[in-house]
């Protein structure tokens, strides 16, 4: 059974920073690209962040550039997110997805609050 389990969200003041992770069990971790999403409240769920499975190649939102760093860890099965000089506007729950080819597998979420 595929599951990955987020951690790391909460409150956090606007400048501040949080470290998401997202552990992977039951997959062949290294063999799948991972993303982080977002979904704030009233919209759509957003790509924030992706990153290969062998970790060579990233790419982000225009909105998190400069912002957030994906990064993952294989010999660990967890894939990270670094947000730094966090705003309001970041607030929603951060989801973890792994996809390969026609599979795909969605973590339940974490919340990440942002106040001003």
């Known amino acids: 059974q595929v599951q990955l389990v987020e951690s790391g969200g909460g409150l956090v003041q606007s400048g501040g920073s949080l470290r998401l992770s997202c552990a992977a069990s039951?997959?062949?971790?290294?063999?799948?690209?991972m993303s982080w999403y977002r979904q704030a409240p009233g919209k759509e769920r957003e790509l924030v962040a992706g990153?290969?499975?062998?970790?060579?190649?990233?790419n982000y939102a225009d909105s998190v550039k400069g912002r957030f760093t994906i990064s993952r860890d294989n010999s660990k099965n967890t894939v990270y997110l670094q947000m730094n000089t966090l705003n309001p506007e970041d607030t929603a729950v951060y989801y973890c997805?792994?996809?390969?080819?026609?599979?795909?597998?969605w973590g339940q979420g974490t919340q990440v609050t942002v106040s001003s």
């Open positions: 039951g997959l062949a971790f290294s063999s799948y690209a």
């Open positions: 990153i290969s499975s062998a970790g060579g190649s990233t």
């Open positions: 997805y792994a996809h390969m080819l026609y599979l795909d597998y």
